[in-house]
């Protein structure tokens, strides 16, 4: 155990990580959550946090029990969507909904909300930029980012673990589409017509003799 973190394991082959704190004049020792399940960074990230609320005072086995009630992915963003959508605009609202629909319901089967882990977002988000393409992946991301980071202020995960910090956002790529064989001499009839067309109206007007009444 190095800084009160560390890794338990049991004779049943299972491993979990932990951390030690002191609280009321005694260490206490608070399971974070399986090793099969979050990685060493994503626990080191959630250990900190439970220290720095044991050194201000709150109760960090409370704090945890309460992230152990959290609800699967998919129960929550029902949640999320039923009490934060009504106050999006409706374009907002049903641009969102398409994109949920499409690529987050569902895409973390296994994943408890307090339990989804960067490289589990990070696999999703590859996926979908290689089918959806960058722009839809990186609206998808903010989304989930967004349900997130109030998955923290409801309680279901330890504050500051968001696992879409991490990940970078696709690059808007500005492509640049050159002429075909045969375009350029096209473009050259169409600029030819065009000159010519200039040249006929920029001709003197014949003079016409006036005839006196």
């Excluded at 296994?110 to 590859?126: C, I, M, P, R």
Aim: charged fraction near 25%; glycine fraction near 8%; hydrophobic fraction near 30%.
């Amino acid at each position: 155990m190095e800084n009160g973190f560390g890794i338990r394991h049991y004779p049943s082959g299972r491993h979990v990580y932990v951390v030690q704190t002191r609280m009321g004049g005694r260490v206490r020792t608070i399971t974070i959550g399986p090793a099969s399940v979050l990685s060493r960074h994503q626990a080191v990230k959630v250990a900190r946090q439970v220290l720095a609320h044991a050194r201000v005072g709150h109760d960090a086995a409370t704090s945890r029990q309460r992230v152990r009630n959290a609800p699967r992915m998919d129960d929550f963003l029902r949640e999320y969507w039923e009490k934060c959508s009504s106050a999006w605009k409706p374009s907002t609202q049903e641009t969102a909904t398409g994109y949920r629909r499409s690529h987050i319901d569902g895409a973390f089967p296994e994943a408890f909300v307090d339990s989804l882990t960067e490289g589990e977002v990070t696999k999703w988000f590859v996926a979908m930029t290689d089918k959806s393409g960058p722009g839809a992946a990186n609206r998808c991301l903010e989304i989930l980012r967004s349900a997130l980071n109030n998955a923290e202020e409801w309680g279901y995960r330890v504050e500051n673990t968001n696992p879409c910090y991490g990940i970078r956002q696709n690059r808007n790529n500005h492509r640049n589409r050159f002429l075909s064989d045969d375009e350029p001499a096209r473009l050259g009839t169409v600029l030819a017509k065009a000159r010519a067309g200039e040249t006929e109206q920029s001709k003197p007007m014949p003079r016409r003799s006036c005839n006196s009444s």
